[in-house]
C-alpha cells in the first residue's frame, strides 16, 4: 500500500476540508484496487501536483507509465477526454482511464519540466510549438470557453466597481472588449487551458509533452495569456520592460502559428484578471504584506504595458 505524502496530504485538507480528509483515507485502497486492475506494480516514490498523486509504475509487459489520481473536482473531469482526442500529439499517451475515480495510466514522461530551461526565449517558443499541435478539433461534450464569457464580464465588472486599484479604464475596459469581442465566438479547438512551463515535461518519445490540461474547447491564442502569466516574475529583471513584454508574446505567436494581436488581446485580459486575483486572494508566492503590494503594482503595470500597441 502506498504512502501518501505528508505535504499533498497537508495541502488537500487545507483546501477541501472534510471532504478531503475522507478521500485520503480512501486514497491507498484506491491505488492498490487500480494496480490490480492494470496490471501496474509500483517503480519510484510517489510524487504529487496540486490535486492529484503520480505513482510511477510497470505493467507486466514492463511499460513504464505513471498512475495518476485526482481529488474529485469539476475541473478535472475533462482531463481524460483532452489526452484521448490528443492520442499523444504533443501530449503524454493516455493508457488507461476510470472516470469514476479521476484516475488515468499515462505515459511516463521525465520529471524535468520546461520551467527549468534557463533560455526565456527557448521556453516562450517551445510552449507555442507545444499549443500549436494541441490546437486539434475538440471532441463533443467538452466545456466551450465561449459559454464563460458572461461570467467573465460580470467578474471584471464587478472587480473593477468593488475594488481599489490604480488601472486606468482603459486598460479595464479593453479587457472587458476581449470578452465581447474574442470571448463569445471561440472556435471548437481544443486548448490545454493551462499551459504553462511546469506543465511541459521532457520526455523520449518527442523532446516535450504536455500534461495537466483543463480541456476545453476555444481559441488557440488563449493559453498564450496562459504562458505569459505565469512568466511575469521572470521579467522583473528587464531593462525594457514593455520590449520584453510585447516580445514574449510574438515569440509565442509565431510558434504557435496564432495571430499576433489575438495573443495579445488574451495575454493582457489575464494580467488584468491576474491584477484583481492578486487583490482578492493574494498570489501563490505572497498572501499578503509588503510582498503582495509589489506584485499587484507589477500585475498592474503589465496589464497597462499589453494595452499598448508596440
Given at each position: 500500500?502506498?504512502?501518501?505524502?505528508?505535504?499533498?496530504?497537508?495541502?488537500?485538507?487545507?483546501?477541501?476540508?472534510?471532504p478531503?480528509?475522507?478521500?485520503?483515507?480512501?486514497?491507498?485502497?484506491?491505488?492498490?484496487?487500480?494496480?490490480?486492475?492494470?496490471?501496474?506494480?509500483?517503480?519510484?516514490?510517489?510524487?504529487?501536483?496540486g490535486?492529484?498523486i503520480?505513482?510511477?509504475v510497470?505493467?507486466?509487459?514492463?511499460?513504464?507509465?505513471?498512475?495518476?489520481?485526482?481529488?474529485?473536482?469539476?475541473?478535472?473531469?475533462?482531463?481524460?477526454?483532452?489526452?484521448?482526442?490528443?492520442g499523444?500529439?504533443?501530449?503524454?499517451?493516455?493508457?488507461?482511464?476510470?472516470?469514476?475515480?479521476?484516475?488515468?495510466?499515462?505515459?511516463?514522461?521525465?520529471?524535468?519540466?520546461?520551467?527549468e530551461?534557463?533560455?526565456?526565449?527557448?521556453?516562450?517558443?517551445?510552449?507555442?510549438?507545444?499549443?500549436?499541435?494541441?490546437?486539434?478539433p475538440?471532441p463533443?461534450?467538452?466545456?466551450?470557453?465561449?459559454?464563460?464569457?458572461?461570467?467573465?464580464?460580470?467578474?471584471?465588472?464587478?472587480?473593477?466597481?468593488e475594488?481599489?486599484?490604480?488601472?486606468?479604464?482603459?486598460?479595464?475596459?479593453?479587457a472587458?472588449?476581449?470578452?465581447?469581442?474574442?470571448?463569445?465566438?471561440?472556435?471548437?479547438t481544443?486548448?490545454?487551458?493551462?499551459?504553462?512551463?511546469?506543465?511541459?515535461?521532457?520526455?523520449?518519445?518527442e523532446?516535450?509533452?504536455?500534461?495537466?490540461?483543463?480541456?476545453?474547447a476555444?481559441?488557440?491564442?488563449?493559453?498564450g495569456?496562459?504562458?505569459?502569466?505565469?512568466?511575469?516574475?521572470?521579467?522583473?529583471?528587464?531593462?525594457?520592460?514593455?520590449?520584453?513584454?510585447?516580445?514574449?508574446?510574438?515569440?509565442?505567436?509565431?510558434?504557435?502559428?496564432?495571430?499576433?494581436?489575438?495573443?495579445?488581446?488574451?495575454?493582457?485580459?489575464?494580467?488584468?484578471?491576474?491584477a484583481?486575483?492578486?487583490?482578492?486572494?493574494?498570489?501563490?508566492?505572497?498572501?499578503?504584506?509588503?510582498?503582495?503590494?509589489?506584485?499587484?503594482?507589477?500585475?498592474?503595470?503589465?496589464?497597462?504595458?499589453?494595452?499598448?500597441?508596440?
Amino acid at each position: 500500500m502506498i504512502g501518501v505524502p505528508e505535504s499533498f496530504a497537508r495541502s488537500t485538507v487545507g483546501r477541501e476540508g472534510e471532504p478531503g480528509a475522507a478521500w485520503l483515507a480512501e486514497l491507498p485502497g484506491i491505488v492498490d484496487a487500480l494496480l490490480e486492475r492494470w496490471q501496474c506494480v509500483p517503480d519510484g516514490e510517489v510524487m504529487h501536483g496540486g490535486v492529484g498523486i503520480i505513482v510511477p509504475v510497470r505493467r507486466r509487459d514492463e511499460e513504464a507509465a505513471v498512475l495518476k489520481v485526482s481529488f474529485p473536482h469539476p475541473g478535472n473531469v475533462y482531463e481524460p477526454d483532452a489526452f484521448a482526442a490528443w492520442g499523444g500529439r504533443g501530449a503524454v499517451l493516455l493508457r488507461e482511464r476510470d472516470d469514476e475515480r479521476f484516475a488515468m495510466l499515462l505515459e511516463r514522461a521525465r520529471t524535468s519540466t520546461l520551467a527549468e530551461v534557463e533560455d526565456g526565449d527557448e521556453v516562450l517558443a517551445v510552449a507555442g510549438r507545444i499549443n500549436r499541435r494541441l490546437a486539434v478539433p475538440a471532441p463533443p461534450g467538452l466545456p466551450r470557453m465561449r459559454e464563460r464569457a458572461d461570467v467573465w464580464e460580470e467578474e471584471l465588472r464587478k472587480d473593477a466597481g468593488e475594488l481599489p486599484h490604480t488601472l486606468p479604464r482603459r486598460v479595464t475596459a479593453a479587457a472587458v472588449a476581449t470578452v465581447r469581442e474574442l470571448g463569445r465566438t471561440q472556435p471548437d479547438t481544443l486548448v490545454h487551458g493551462d499551459l504553462h512551463p511546469g506543465n511541459i515535461l521532457r520526455a523520449d518519445r518527442e523532446p516535450w509533452l504536455a500534461v495537466d490540461p483543463k480541456g476545453y474547447a476555444g481559441d488557440p491564442a488563449y493559453d498564450g495569456g496562459t504562458l505569459l502569466k505565469s512568466r511575469a516574475l521572470t521579467f522583473l529583471e528587464a531593462g525594457d520592460l514593455r520590449k520584453a513584454v510585447h516580445r514574449a508574446v510574438e515569440i509565442f505567436a509565431e510558434a504557435a502559428e496564432v495571430d499576433r494581436e489575438r495573443a495579445l488581446r488574451w495575454a493582457q485580459f489575464h494580467a488584468v484578471r491576474a491584477a484583481f486575483w492578486g487583490r482578492r486572494h493574494g498570489f501563490r508566492v505572497a498572501r499578503d504584506g509588503p510582498r503582495l503590494d509589489r506584485l499587484t503594482a507589477f500585475a498592474d503595470r503589465l496589464a497597462e504595458l499589453l494595452t499598448e500597441r508596440p
